[in-house]
Antibody
Framework: QVQLQESGPGLVKPSETLSLTCSVSGGSLSSYYWSWIRQPPGKGLEWIGYIYSSGSTNYSPSLRGRVSISIDTSKNFFSLRLTSVTAADTAVYYC????????????WGQGILVTVSS | DIVMTQSPDSLAVSLGERATINCKSS????????????LTWYQQKPGQPPKLLIY???TRESGVPERFSGSGSGTDFTLTISSLQTEDVAVYYCQQYYSTPITFGQGTRLEIK
């Protein structure tokens, strides 16, 4: 079965760029949307955006301009970049798969806590 | 953006009793060409990612116990746990996928009374 695993720095300084990678095992990236979702500590879920296996993207308007998602289907991973971070970007970041023409996310990675602090 | 509002924010139910969580969307989630409601439910336990329970508002994901059911259409939806078990203590989220940006409800915390 498909498994996702986030990786990257757990601490990022304010105004710098947050970069995370989601490694996918047990299946191909083809014909799915690959998503990032975040959850501030003790709060709810926020969709960041997703990328289709072809490379087309869709981002949350609240983050557009700061966020980019890329994909490497040959190496079975996709990535998140969020620029000019502030303390408000502190959250657990999850990667997840969304089936084509479906809207739900399954499976999810375990999540990685990223803290924005100097 | 479609706003998803869950009620209540928290809920305490006795073991074996029914738990009901509501989710209201600011726009219709029933897509006329498919006659499906673009609404899903997740369960999140502490320290874990959300787990898919229900999609198309009422279709139970494989492996999800039958005590979990989803209902509703249009703008009003309900997640029902028919007989609460200890392992059901969690936060439950609804999510719409009718349009982007995809949005979630604020969550409902379910506890044992």
């Amino acid at each position: 079965q498909v498994q996702l695993q986030e990786s990257g720095p757990g601490l990022v300084k304010p105004s710098e760029t947050l970069s995370l990678t989601c490694s996918v095992s047990g299946g191909s990236l083809s014909s799915y949307y690959w998503s990032w979702i975040r959850q501030p500590p003790g709060k709810g879920l926020e969709w960041i955006g997703y990328i289709y296996s072809s490379g087309s993207t869709n981002y949350s308007p609240s983050l557009r301009g700061r966020v980019s998602i890329s994909i490497d289907t040959s190496k079975n991973f996709f990535s998140l970049r969020l620029t000019s971070v502030t303390a408000a970007d502190t959250a657990v970041y999850y990667c997840a798969r969304r089936p084509y023409s479906r809207g739900w996310f399954d499976p999810w990675g375990q999540g990685i806590l990223v803290t924005v602090s100097s | 953006d479609i706003v998803m509002t869950q009620s209540p924010d928290s809920l305490a139910v006795s073991l074996g009793e029914r738990a009901t969580i509501n989710c209201k969307s600011s726009q219709n989630l029933l897509y006329s060409s498919t006659n499906k409601n673009y609404l899903t439910w997740y369960q999140q336990k502490p320290g874990q990612p959300p787990k898919l329970l229900i999609y198309w508002a009422s279709t139970r994901e494989s492996g999800v116990p039958e005590r979990f059911s989803g209902s509703g259409s249009g703008t009003d939806f309900t997640l029902t746990i028919s007989s609460l078990q200890t392992e059901d203590v969690a936060v439950y989220y609804c999510q719409q996928y009718y349009s982007t940006p995809i949005t979630f409800g604020q969550g409902t915390r379910l506890e044992i009374k």
